[in-house]
Antibody, heavy 121, light 107 residues
Framework: QVTLNESGPALVKPTQTLTLTCTFS??????????VSWIRQPPGKALEWLAR???????FYSPSLKTRLTISKDTSKNQVLLTLTNMDPVDTATYYC?????????????WGRGTLVTVSS | EIVMTQSPATLSVFPGTRATLFCRAS??????LAWYQQKPGQAPRLLIY???TRATGIPARFSGSGSRTDFSLTISSLQSEDFAVYYC?????????FGQGTKLEIK
């Protein structure tokens, strides 16, 4: 059974750096063609893709957030990390990690339950 | 960046009837289009990929069609559990982009 679970602080202050962890099971990010992405959703709003990391450590970022985002993986721990610097109240959102399990295509076949991050002083 | 536009924003329908939701891309995405269902407090669930292929475990009452810029999702006979928000997403190129969602509500 494939599961993904996001973890991290529920509250961060403006200008701080957010670090989130996606811990997954049921698949390996060392498998050729496997990818994991981070996606966020502000309260009551639409989904926004943030970043992707591939089995071969290729990384892709949303152009609008590229200067603030870093994605990394620890294959031995089955974890993907996301850091977002210089947090602002507009970054308040539920942050999801999602598997991209189809080696040919880039849709999100399985999602974690998400973690709500509030940015406030 | 490819902009995805969904319509209508809200669709009110009776249970047991058919609903059709629409998604338009600002440029061709071929058939690289996915649909997701999201219920309150839950993560999105993949329904359709490749514009028309149902994901594992998705009932046959869900069907997708379209190509290039115009797509639709049809739910043939609405069940109570189908009332939710639906999002389309293009994966022709990154950044992957989502529509703003269509809320399907009970009439």
């Amino acid at each position: 059974q494939v599961t993904l679970n996001e973890s991290g602080p529920a509250l961060v202050k403006p200008t701080q750096t957010l670090t989130l962890t996606c811990t997954f099971s049921g698949f390996s990010l060392s498998t050729t063609g496997m990818r994991v992405s981070w996606i966020r959703q502000p309260p009551g709003k639409a989904l926004e893709w943030l970043a992707r990391i591939d089995w071969d450590d290729d990384k892709f970022y949303s152009p609008s957030l590229k200067t603030r985002l870093t994605i990394s993986k620890d294959t031995s721990k089955n974890q993907v990390l996301l850091t977002l610097t210089n947090m602002d109240p507009v970054d308040t959102a539920t942050y999801y990690c999602a598997r991209m399990g189809d080696p040919k295509y880039w849709y999100f076949d399985l999602w974690g339950r998400g973690t709500l991050v509030t940015v406030s002083s | 960046e490819i902009v995805m536009t969904q319509s209508p924003a809200t669709l009110s329908v009776f249970p047991g009837t058919r609903a059709t939701l629409f998604c338009r891309a600002s440029q061709s995405v071929s058939s690289y289009l996915a649909w997701y269902q999201q219920k309150p407090g839950q993560a999105p669930r993949l329904l359709i990929y490749g514009a028309s292929t149902r994901a594992t475990g998705i009932p046959a009452r869900f069907s997708g069609s379209g190509s290039r810029t115009d797509f639709s999702l049809t739910i043939s006979s609405l069940q109570s559990e189908d009332f939710a928000v639906y999002y389309c997403q293009q994966y022709d190129d990154w950044p992957y982009t989502f529509g703003q969602g269509t809320k399907l509500e009970i009439k």
